[in-house]
Nanobody, 129 residues
Framework: QVQLVESGGGLVQAGGSLRLSCAAS????????MGWFRQAPGKEREFVSG????????DYTDSVKGRFTISRDNAKNTVYLQMNSLKPEDTAIYYC??????????????????????WGQGTQVTVSS
């Protein structure tokens, strides 16, 4: 089944930027809707952003709209999350996930953790004030 590996996390000052990458192997990457989620200490894992199989539809949680941009390159089996104007409250472990049973993005479904079949190991993002 599909395997996912995140990279690009690190320590950055508030206002800075990071670009996360999620490399996929196995399966047929271009058939999957993909999502980014994050989990801060003491909090539930939450939806951050998602993208349809073709990249034609994107979705963002309200707190990151205008600051984060999701994209994908199916030829490289990779999904990206460009994070700008980072805030301390963005500090979390960021995970990418694949919905192998769905190509399109359906917000009321695709934002739910339970819809995803494969998860990466996570990459730490720490934003200092």
């Amino acid at each position: 089944q599909v395997q996912l590996v995140e990279s690009g996390g690190g320590l950055v000052q508030a206002g800075g930027s990071l670009r996360l990458s999620c490399a996929a192997s196995g399966g047929t990457f271009s058939n999957y809707a993909m999502g980014w989620f994050r989990q801060a200490p003491g909090k539930e894992r939450e939806f951050v952003s998602g993208i349809s199989w073709s990249g034609g539809t994107t979705d963002y949680t309200d707190s990151v709209k205008g600051r984060f941009t999701i994209s994908r390159d199916n030829a490289k089996n990779t999904v990206y999350l460009q994070m700008n104007s980072l805030k301390p409250e963005d500090t979390a472990i960021y995970y990418c996930a694949a919905d192998v049973d769905r190509r399109i993005w359906v917000p009321r479904l695709s934002r739910r953790l339970r819809e995803y079949d494969s998860w990466g190991q996570g990459t730490q993002v720490t934003v200092s004030s």
